[in-house]
């Protein structure tokens, strides 16, 4: 990445805030919401992999979407801690490069996660008959991997369009992590061609399986009110429960950085948003799947009391 004529090697990262005495306080919470994440994500990759119950299509990708959130959280909030503790902000190029590849990996592929989760659920109440035809153990790992090479395709393309840009004196991010567009307002160089990358083909990571989720559910829908009792209609909606409260947390802050326009582009705003679909959905994901379902309630019990018994001896 240059400067002018010079190769520019590290950044700043400006953090959540310049007060120092707010900062021990970010650190112990982020420190603790980051330790919930860990730990619930775990649990519930532990019980579907040790519970022959939940060798299902839809608990292979919450396994997915956990394993996901954990190398989602991991790659900005343990920077940021220890940029809070040693009170050097500063990151290499190689490594802002890194934070940003893996931070667009990783956001796109929760998109498409959610996306085969709603498919799922769309193939359990609409189709229950061609369930195990439909969702096969080779259709759900293309559901996964299709997407994972779509997504480090679309990272390598931003990365790849970001090394051609010059860079003034600025290096100042104001930000916790290495973000694109704080990134991109740093460039003097002319950035149309970045932008239009960011609004076509960016937009379109997440608007497209935006919009399956939101087709999945308008058809499920049409399913469930066809079925003629209250209780009835009320029990197959519920199995959609936890997956809906998971798309409205992530979609409902992702919509405050992409889908506004960049002149409504605010650092504080982002930084809101960015905290939310980064951090606080990744900690959030195991108690919405965990609290709104009885087996994954009981697994996660048995494993515990497996472990508890193992350690006694």
């Known amino acids: 990445m240059l400067q002018g004529n010079q190769t520019i090697s590290e950044f700043f990262l400006l953090g959540l805030t310049a007060v120092s005495e707010q900062q021990q306080h970010i650190f112990e ?17 532990l019980a579907i992999v040790n519970d022959a119950h939940l060798h299902s299509p839809m608990y292979f990708f ?20 220890a940029d809070i503790q040693s009170q050097s902000p500063v990151i290499s190029f190689a490594g802002c490069l890194t934070q940003m590849y893996f931070f667009m990996l990783l956001v796109d592929l929760d998109n498409f996660l959610l996306a085969a989760m709603a498919y799922d659920r769309y193939v359990a109440i609409c189709h229950p008959l ?36 010059n860079f ?5 991010i104001p930000h916790f992590f290495c973000d694109l567009e704080p990134i991109l307002r740093l460039a003097c160089s002319d950035t149309q061609i970045n932008d239009l990358i960011v609004l076509v083909i960016g937009g379109s990571v997440i608007f497209i399986p935006f919009t399956f989720i939101c087709v ?19 029990k197959t909606f519920s199995t959609c429960g936890s997956h809906f409260l998971a798309v409205s947390l992530f979609y409902g802050s992702i919509s405050g950085v ?3 326009p960049s ?6 705003r982002d930084k809101v948003a960015a905290i939310m679909y980064s951090v606080v959905t990744p900690m959030m994901n195991p108690f919405i799947y965990s609290l709104r379902n009885k087996d994954m309630k009981a697994a996660v019990r048995r494993l515990l009391i497996r472990k508890t018994y193992f350690w006694r001896w």
């Open 168 to 172: 003034c004196d600025q290096r100042e």
């Open 29 to 45: 919470l982020f420190l603790c919401m980051y330790l919930v994440a860990m730990v619930g994500n775990s649990l519930i990759i």
């Open 62 to 81: 919450l396994a997915n979407l956990s394993f996901t959130d954990i190398c989602f959280i991991s790659t900005t909030v343990p920077k940021m801690l």
């Open 130 to 165: 061609h369930y195990a035809a439909l969702l096969s153990l080779k259709r759900c790992a293309l559901l996964v991997l299709t997407p994972c090479v779509v997504c480090n395709l679309v990272s390598v393309l931003h990365l790849g369009l970001l090394g051609l840009l």
């Open 263 to 268: 002149s409504a582009y605010s650092a504080e």
């Open 216 to 234: 999945s559910y308008c058809l499920i829908a049409c399913t469930v009110l066809r079925i003629p009792s209250a209780k009835g209609k009320w």
């Open 258 to 260: 992409y889908f506004l």
